[in-house]
């Protein structure tokens, strides 16, 4: 028997243990770091994620943005 994992490990089903928050101030990366990810997904606040080529939603109102939230679950 190996020590060492014969299978990857199950993957996260929730939205929750799918999502991560960065902050910093302006101009280090941050969105372009995240752009990379496969499949990124941002729910953009402010303008500036739309020349990355991204999956992108840009909520308005409060009710636009808990509406993408509701959809993700």
Do not use: H, N, Q
């Amino acid at each position: 028997m190996s020590i060492l994992p014969t299978a990857s490990a199950a993957r996260p089903i929730r939205l929750a243990d799918r999502s991560i928050l960065l902050f910093g101030p302006a101009g280090i990366g941050k969105t372009t770091w995240a752009a990379g990810f496969p499949y990124a997904f941002f729910i953009s606040t402010e303008a500036g994620a739309g020349f990355l080529g991204v999956a992108e939603c840009c909520p308005t109102t409060w009710e636009d943005f808990e509406a993408i939230l509701a959809a993700l679950e």
